[in-house]
């Protein structure tokens, strides 16, 4: 994988399909199929991979994680940014305290959404996939975007920020986290034996 497919996850898939390289193209195409194969020395070398508003267009998430956390197995210091849209947002439950649950053309609810997730679900998706999560944090809505970028856009924005403090799954619109692979048994054993053909060689040179 070229470095710039990596980096081409940092968009959301449609316009990453439109904008990224032919090899980012496919690599995009095949997660929505769940049919992504990583090559695992692809992720060895790389310290940081963007997975930003994807997880949710996939059909299952579960099999991506683990399909990524095989391709790190020997890169536990790789960090992995991920975002995703937050079910739990207000506005989504007072939508289904009136009896409202509509998908539409972008938000939350976007038709291209195949899965959606609290931050508890969103955690529990990447710890039982052999992940850590460092960070979690709460995303503001895209308020400009309604009232513009302008002084009530800000304000919003302000606002949003200060509930999220308060109750962040509640409040956030989105969902970001930070989150590193758990060393395998695989890494530990190469690890071992790293260490223990060090201490040969010096041995024997010590006795030269």
Same mark, same amino acid.
């Given at each position: 994988?070229?470095?710039?497919?990596v980096?081409?996850?940092?968009?959301?898939?449609?316009?990453?399909?439109?904008?990224?390289?032919?090899?980012?193209? +496919?690599?995009?195409?095949?997660?929505?199929?769940?049919?992504?194969?990583?090559?695992?020395?692809?992720?060895?070398?790389i310290?940081?991979? @963007?997975?930003?508003?994807?997880?949710?267009?996939?059909?299952?998430?579960?099999? =991506?994680?683990?399909?990524?956390?095989?391709?790190?197995? @020997?890169?536990?210091? +790789?960090?992995?940014?991920?975002?995703?849209? /937050?079910?739990?947002?207000?506005? /989504? !439950?007072?939508?289904?305290?009136?009896?409202? =649950? /509509?998908?539409?053309?972008?938000?939350?609810?976007? @038709? +291209?959404h195949?899965?959606?997730f609290? =931050?508890?679900?969103?955690? !529990?998706?990447?710890?039982?996939?052999?992940?850590?999560?460092?960070?979690?944090?709460?995303?503001?809505?895209?308020?400009?975007?309604?009232?513009?970028?302008?002084?009530?856009?800000?304000?919003?924005?302000?606002?949003?920020?200060?509930?999220?403090?308060?109750?962040?799954?509640? =409040?956030?619109?989105?969902?970001?986290?930070?989150v590193?692979?758990?060393?395998?048994?695989?890494?530990?054993?190469? +690890?071992?034996?790293?260490?223990?053909?060090?201490?040969?060689?010096? !041995?024997?040179?010590?006795? !030269?």
């Amino acid at each position: 994988m070229a470095d710039d497919s990596v980096h081409a996850q940092a968009a959301a898939p449609r316009a990453a399909a439109a904008e990224a390289p032919a090899a980012a193209r +496919t690599l995009l195409a095949a997660w929505h199929k769940t049919e992504c194969r990583i090559a695992v020395a692809a992720f060895v070398f790389i310290a940081l991979v @963007l997975i930003l508003d994807v997880i949710e267009h996939l059909a299952s998430p579960e099999a =991506f994680v683990d399909q990524l956390r095989a391709a790190l197995a @020997l890169s536990p210091s +790789t960090t992995l940014l991920v975002s995703t849209a /937050n079910i739990g947002f207000v506005v /989504n !439950r007072l939508m289904l305290l009136i009896g409202q =649950f /509509n998908y539409g053309k972008r938000g939350i609810l976007d @038709l +291209t959404h195949s899965r959606l997730f609290t =931050f508890a679900s969103f955690r !529990r998706l990447f710890e039982q996939g052999g992940f850590r999560v460092r960070l979690m944090q709460g995303i503001p809505g895209p308020f400009p975007l309604v009232f513009g970028d302008g002084l009530v856009g800000r304000l919003m924005i302000a606002v949003n920020r200060v509930l999220i403090r308060i109750a962040r799954g509640l =409040f956030s619109y989105q969902m970001f986290f930070v989150v590193e692979p758990q060393p395998s048994l695989e890494y530990l054993l190469q +690890t071992a034996q790293d260490h223990s053909a060090v201490r040969t060689e010096q !041995r024997r040179a010590a006795s !030269r």
